[in-house]
Nanobody, 127 residues
Framework: QDQLVESGGGLVQAGGSLRLSCTASGRSFSNYAMGWFRQAPGKEREFVAAINYSGSSLTYGDSVKGRFTISRDKAKNTMYLHMNILNLEDTAIYYC????????????????????WGQGTQVTVSS
């Protein structure tokens, strides 16, 4: 069964850091762009970051630019989200996702482009 599993979420104080991981199993997603999205209570799902299949193209949502870094380790079939200088507005469930089409060099900010999703991991930032 092909699946994505997020880990690394938790409770952190404002100004702190966390690293999320997204590990794929069942098949390799190494030829697919992958992304992170998040959803806070009462809000729509928001694009956070994405990385193309080769790792040569990275893109970020405006609210996380300069604070978050996306990366991937193809050998481990794992994607990461390094989150720094966390603030209260970063509190959300974070989801990883894989593109529905392989080998796209330009990654999408739209969740409609992704058809494999993890179950999510909760990130809570406290004051």
């Amino acid at each position: 069964q092909d699946q994505l599993v997020e880990s690394g979420g938790g409770l952190v104080q404002a100004g702190g850091s966390l690293r999320l991981s997204c590990t794929a199993s069942g098949r390799s997603f190494s030829n697919y762009a992958m992304g992170w999205f998040r959803q806070a209570p009462g809000k729509e799902r928001e694009f956070v970051a994405a990385i193309n299949y080769s790792g040569s193209s990275l893109t970020y949502g405006d609210s996380v630019k300069g604070r978050f870094t996306i990366s991937r380790d193809k050998a481990k079939n794992t994607m990461y989200l390094h989150m720094n200088i966390l603030n209260l507005e970063d509190t959300a469930i974070y989801y990883c996702a894989a593109d529905q089409l392989p080998l796209r060099t330009v990654v999408s900010h739209s969740d409609e482009a992704y058809n494999y999703w993890g179950q999510g991991t909760q990130v809570t930032v406290s004051s």
